[in-house]
């Protein structure tokens, strides 16, 4: 059949193509509303990092320990028995920056405790979604070696249905966390110049979803394809009434 032939099929019987038009539509509309709903992810980077700022510098001055002169030489007669104050002299030293490594790999643990989600609930109330946090290029291999990160930086990963509770949920917990710090260190009465600081870097947030709407669309064209097909059958099969052309008459 050509495509005219098709056109006036469909037309003849125009109620099954609509019907096949509501029905693709209904099919494609219940598997699009059964597929999953996107997740958003948001991704904290953070900064482990101390008051002296040790990967800002190339030397860093460590105080020595005070030493005594030796008593002055004697003089004629009398031996001077006074001895002079002890005099400090300062170095130059490479940074120190495995200890800031070495915190970077433990406060994940940290970060997902219970003391930490109480505080921030308490603080911004609570927030829809999971949380994890990793050292940053850290890894366990196959058989459960765990080989920690070279840089003090700590990833806090979020994960929600919505975009703004990823963002929230990453960004209250690293702010959670960081007052936990502040309140532990002068709880310990550490010095301003020995405490370790948390700072924020950035706040990536990605979407990803397994949903697709390739498929509703390619059902619903199949089952109106399969309609219309209904449609030029029943036009084929319906009964055709031939004319008959009217006898000639013939003179006498």
């Not at 020595?64 to 002169?69: L, Y």
């Not at 709407?213 to 109106?224: D, N, Q, S």
Request: with cysteine; charged share 15%.
């Amino acid at each position: 059949m050509d495509a005219m032939s098709v056109g006036a099929a469909l037309l003849r019987f125009w109620w099954i193509a609509v019907a096949g038009v509501a029905a693709g539509a209904a099919a494609g509309l219940g598997l699009l509303s059964r597929q999953p709903a996107p997740v958003y992810t948001a991704n904290a980077t953070v900064l482990v990092t101390s008051a002296s700022e040790p990967y800002l510098r190339t030397a860093q001055p460590q105080p020595a320990a005070a030493t005594a002169a030796q008593p002055a030489a004697s003089k004629g007669k009398k031996a001077a028995a006074k001895k002079s104050a002890p005099q400090s002299r300062t170095t130059v030293s490479t940074p120190n920056t495995q200890v800031l490594v070495n915190a970077a790999n433990l406060y994940p643990l940290l970060i997902e405790s219970g003391q930490i989600k109480r505080l921030r609930e308490s603080v911004y109330g609570k927030t829809p979604g999971t949380l994890t946090a990793t050292a940053f290029a850290s890894a366990t291999n196959t058989y459960g070696v765990y080989h920690p990160s070279p840089l003090p930086v700590i990833v806090v990963k979020a994960t929600s249905q919505h975009a703004d509770s990823a963002s929230r949920l990453a960004v209250f917990t690293v702010r959670a966390f960081r007052s936990w710090i502040a309140q532990q260190q002068q709880r310990a009465r550490i010095p301003a110049s020995q405490r370790i600081g948390i700072e924020q870097l950035r706040v990536r947030v990605t979407s990803a979803s397994s949903s697709s709407r390739a498929l509703p669309i390619f059902v619903g064209g199949v089952i109106l394809l399969a309609f219309c097909g209904v449609a030029v059958l029943a036009d084929r099969l319906r009964p055709r009434r031939e004319r008959v052309p009217a006898a000639s008459h013939q003179p006498v």
